[in-house]
């Protein structure tokens, strides 16, 4: 690991850490990994509670899997981890896969429910420049406090500036935006408060309103380019045409001078008036300073509140995402729910919290490092618990059993039927909308735009000029053609198809969020996804054509092709009793497909041990 | 709990004990009516049991109350004009069909409700409860389900079109959840095994046989309910019933009267289910949220609701479903009087819904929002009582609390009391 000129504040514990972290494997995993078992240990004591035992090789292969590449590993991958001799070859394993494709993949996924990530957004358009410029910062491993200070601040073209969908998402609402900003990043319990004082929590309706004022020279709104589009079309250019072309170049986040945040109408409190004009000021929480607003010039404002956000000084924006990241890795977060971060001691373990905190902070927010981190606890590597009854709190004595995800089911469905080259295959759709970026600049309001038809006529020729002979393109295609799916495009991972796949897809009904609002996913199943596990399109080809019966019909015997089975479904070899109730199945007329059918189906798959 | 158990009567015991026997092993619920033994000594109103289904239809984003349901002049008035409906009320000109059976329907001018973010504010409609960390709650077909048994062998109690099933069976079983319809027009789909019968149930037979000893060792919560889903599955594609979900069995006319669209079709694929058998039926409509340029987007999207709407109570009086048929009109929030640029934003403290149906007084009007639309000025209606008149005209005995898998006692519309008024 390098260390980052961003990494000024120094102190002995990130040294510690550094140190450790150069040789950290198994058994002198980083030091910040064992201060983590210690807390959780005590607290375990505490309410007198064994730790579980560990987590035999197996189960820890096909969990960490899952875990960091979002699907199950192949009978080769499990093979290699098991002929590996080394005393450290868990640690190993993890740093192999936190640096594979499929962890940026697996990561996207989880961003895109986190952010609601769409491919169209609503009179927007396409905002395939957004994935885009999200998957190039999993790619560097871009630390969190930087990806989400661009999100905050970015400015300019759709069309040009990935970044600028986080803000045009909400583009027609800045209060739901910032609303949405706070408790993603901030675990800020703010929501009420938009309208009126919260009536459990601190926050009050001026506070909001003093964060909302932050962004109150930033135009976000929504240009609707069905009126220029009327106003420019003609003959060979329809409305839906030109909506298209003005989409990239229109929708955009700028700077305007002289717009400011006002008390609303309805403002029913007494210390301000409607239509008073709002200071921004900072909020805090109890025991914090409240941070400075150091600028009075408009244009800094958002730049200021993108650094208060971001800061490691902030007193919620590292336990925010650690938090997350726990979540993610055992199931539930230390405080539940992630988007109410409120009061830290509500956490069931507090000391915990903190320390993740702390732990991100002294990573750089590397999301990678401190998964590593987590994922070379003790706790992490203990056997699974099933999930508490309701009003218990979980103590981590190791990770929850959970279901897979809904794009970790797909994921693992589409290794079986074509491989790990899947990991590799990635769709990129943003250069279909940054080829339409006017290279000149034009007048954006409804009545100047016709200055610049000629322009803009001309640039619309010269794009279709080299798409001659192409006829049948209409509407919205004429300019934003999308390549035509091949069969084949279907079986790709979840973060290369549609964002969020259409409603009747496999991935939706297993769970895939449909990105109106965030955090949205779900993995609690239903009658429709078990119909689909049964009797759906995925599961037919599975049982057919897939590369995991192709691979069975080379091995010569049938107690071989069990074996393989078991070993790529289920990440383990059959019992004999296993070997045997399948010989039997076999004997009365079943096939391998349907032995991968019974196996696909099985609680054991679908839930992470 | 043994101390909450000893807490309770005698047959709320018994219930709650078999109840949870019956959810942890998968047996098939009893109705609640049938364990309760005595007789609640509660007046029951003439409607009571009189919907024996509800058609729930969502408006999702926030139906602006104004613009729609309850016309207003001066400053607050939207692009729409009010206009006359065969009923003693006025509608604005974006819901014209509506106006022509305003005599069938009960409007309610004066709901109230706290939350002005859609999610919390969806949540808090279709559960009559705040979101919390620490429970779910169930929304009014799983409350059914509690208090009315199945209603249907093979048939799900609730389903849900448009949508996914979350915001469901909250902390009941999860056999409660709704079934997810996504695209009613593809109806249920995935509902044919793969292969010949023989081969399907032997491989089923297999797959129970391989995964016992899973299921044995992880007694858990959600592994439980993936078994109650499969069998729940299974029952569902042995169903002689499976053709309610198939719409291409309707009249090319019938299905054009609804409307082309998936809200449309959802509303058609409604009528067929309660007919077969489901209690409640949801239907999601999208694209309320109108923050901007909202007399483009309502001219976009009332018609279809309109359409619909009319449609369905005109087929359900037809076929003499309509008084045993309580067809609900709900939306999040509505919104403020007071325009932002050229569209309205949220606003929970005052907006509108219409039952029609199931016994609700037709041509009928409750409470009153004051001049501009701002806030309820006579009989404000909660959406706690919302669910709780709902939940008496369906025949549920609202004054029995559930008990929560964490003990606490819990109500449906959170305890609140029914609005007797809204019926005949």
């Not at chain 1, 807390?39 to 035999?56: A, C, E, M, Q, Y």
């Not at chain 1, 759709?158 to 949405?180: C, K, Q, V």
């Not at chain 1, 198809?497 to 609690?524: C, K, M, N, Y």
């Amino acid at each position: 690991m390098s260390v980052s000129p961003r990494t000024t504040s120094l102190c002995s514990l990130l040294l510690l850490l550094l140190v450790a972290t150069t040789h950290s494997h198994a058994d002198d995993s980083p030091d910040a990994s064992r201060r983590i078992d210690a807390i959780i240990r005590v607290d375990l004591g505490k309410h007198k509670l064994p730790p579980n035992p560990p987590v035999g090789d197996i189960p820890f292969v096909r969990r960490v899997y899952l875990d960091v590449i979002g699907r199950i590993p192949t009978d080769g991958e499990l093979a290699n981890f098991m002929n590996d001799r080394r005393k450290d070859r868990r640690a190993r394993l993890i740093d192999d896969l936190l640096k594979s494709p499929g962890h940026e993949s697996h990561m996207f996924n989880w961003l895109a429910d986190m952010l609601r990530v769409k491919d169209d957004y609503y009179r927007i358009g396409k905002t395939w420049t957004f994935h885009t410029w999200l998957k190039s910062q999993l790619h560097q491993n871009r630390p969190w406090d930087e990806l989400v200070y661009d999100l905050l601040t970015a400015e300019g073209r759709l069309g040009e500036n990935g970044a600028t969908a986080y803000l045009l998402r909400d583009a027609s609402m800045p209060l739901d935006s910032l609303s949405n900003t706070l408790t993603t990043f901030l675990g800020a319990n703010v929501a009420c408060a938009q309208c009126h004082d919260h009536p459990f929590a601190e926050w009050t309706q001026r506070d909001f309103y003093e964060m909302a004022a932050f962004f109150g020279s930033t135009a976000f709104d929504r240009v609707d380019t069905r009126k220029p589009a009327i106003k420019l079309r003609d003959d060979r250019f329809s409305k839906a045409n030109l909506v298209t072309l003005l989409q990239p170049n229109m929708e955009r986040v700028v700077f305007q001078q002289g717009r400011a945040t006002e008390f609303p109408e309805d403002y029913a409190y007494s210390d301000a008036k409607p239509g008073q004009k709002v200071v921004p000021k900072f909020i805090t929480w109890e025991g914090e300073r409240r941070a400075n607003v150091t600028t009075t010039h408009p244009r800094q404002l958002r730049n200021l509140f993108a650094r208060w956000t971001t800061s490691p000084r902030n007193p919620r924006f590292a336990a925010a995402i650690a938090n997350r990241m726990w979540k993610k890795l055992f199931g539930v977060a230390v405080k539940e729910p992630v988007t109410d971060l409120d009061v830290l001691d509500d956490a069931t373990n507090p000391e915990l919290l903190k320390f993740l905190a702390q732990v991100m902070i002294e990573v750089d927010f590397d999301l990678q490092e401190f998964q590593r981190i987590v994922l070379n606890t003790r706790t992490y590597q203990q056997q699974v618990s099933v999930t508490p009854p309701e009003g218990e709190n979980f103590r981590f004595p190791g990770p929850l059993l959970r279901r897979m995800t809904a794009e970790q089911t797909w994921d693992s469905f589409v290794l079986l039927l074509r491989g790990p080259e899947i990991d590799e295959q990635k769709t990129d759709n943003a250069p279909l909308m940054t080829r339409l970026v006017f290279p000149f600049e034009f007048t954006h309001d409804r009545q100047g735009i016709e200055k610049d038809r000629e322009k803009i006529f001309e640039f619309a020729d010269s794009l279709l000029e080299n798409e001659k002979g192409k006829k049948g393109k209409s509407g919205r295609s004429l300019f934003m053609k999308t390549t035509k799916r091949r069969k084949r495009d279907a079986w790709l991972r979840a973060s290369e198809l549609p964002q969020p796949t259409p409603p009747t897809h496999f991935l939706r009904i297993a769970g895939q969020s449909a990105r109106e609002v965030a955090d949205d996913g779900s993995t609690e199943g239903g009658i429709t996804e078990s119909l689909a596990m049964m009797n759906g399109e995925i599961t037919k080809s599975l049982m057919t054509s897939s590369s995991l019966i192709q691979a069975t019909s080379n091995k010569n015997t049938q107690v071989e092709q069990i074996a393989l089975l078991y070993r790529t479904c289920l990440s383990r070899l059959p019992t004999e009793k296993e070997t045997k109730q399948c010989l039997a199945a076999l004997e009365q007329g079943l096939g391998m497909g349907d032995i991968a059918w019974a196996l696909l189906n099985s609680r054991e798959f679908m839930f992470i041990q | 709990m043994k101390q909450i158990l000893n807490s309770l009567d005698a047959p709320t015991r018994r219930q709650f004990v078999e109840r949870f026997a019956a959810a942890s092993f998968g047996l098939s619920i009893l109705p609640a009516t049938q364990l309760a033994g005595g007789e609640s000594a509660n007046q029951k109103p003439a409607t009571f049991r009189k919907a024996k289904n509800v058609i729930w239809l969502m408006l999702s984003g926030g139906l602006s109350h104004i613009d729609s349901l309850d016309p207003k002049k001066g400053k607050s008035k939207g692009p729409a004009a009010a206009i006359r409906t065969s009923a003693d009320f006025q509608v604005t000109d974006f819901f014209p069909r509506f106006a022509t059976i305003a005599d069938r329907v009960c409007l309610i001018r004066s709901m109230e409700a706290k939350i002005g973010v859609h999610k919390p504010a969806q949540y808090f409609m279709r559960t009559a409860h705040e979101p919390r960390g620490t429970i779910l709650h169930p929304n009014l077909g799983a409350w059914g389900s509690h208090y009315l048994g199945r209603s249907s062998k093979t048939l799900p109690s609730s389903v849900c079109i448009n949508r996914r099933s979350d915001q469901g069976n909250g902390f009941f079983p999860s056999s409660y959840a709704p079934l997810a319809i996504g695209n009613p027009s593809q109806g249920i789909n995935d509902v044919r095994s793969i292969g010949g019968k023989s081969q399907a149930s032997k491989r089923l037979t297999l797959m129970n046989g391989l995964d016992a000893d899973f299921r044995k060792k992880f007694n858990d919560k959600g592994v439980k309910a993936y078994n109650g889903f499969y069998n729940d599955a299974l029952a569902l594609m042995k169903s002689k019933e499976l053709k309610a979900f198939d719409l291409s069995l309707e009249p090319e006319k019938q299905r054009t009267a609804y409307g082309d669209n998936p809200f449309g079709q959802g509303c058609l694929l409604a009528r067929r289910l309660v007919a077969s058998g489901v209690r409640f039926v949801e239907v999601k409509h999208d694209g309320w949220d109108h923050h901007k340029a909202l007399a483009d987007e309502m001219a976009d999207v009332a018609p279809v609701f309109d359409q619909a709407f009319t449609t369905l109570i005109t087929d359900l009086r037809e076929r003499g479903m309509l008084d045993s048929t309580l067809v609900v009109v709900a939306t999040e929030f509505g919104r403020k009087p007071d325009f932002d640029g050229d569209g309205r934003s949220h606003h929970p403290v005052c907006f509108s819904t219409v039952l029609a149906g199931g016994g609700a007084k037709a041509g009928f009007v409750y409470g009153k929002s004051d001049d501009r639309g701002f806030y309820v000025d006579e009989n404000p209606v909660s959406v706690g009582s919302f669910h709780a008149s709902i939940a008496l005209a369906t025949g549920m005995e609202i004054e029995t609390p559930a008990i929560s898998p964490s003990g606490r006692p819990m109500k449906v519309g959170d305890g609140e009391k029914p609005v007797q008024e809204l019926f005949a």
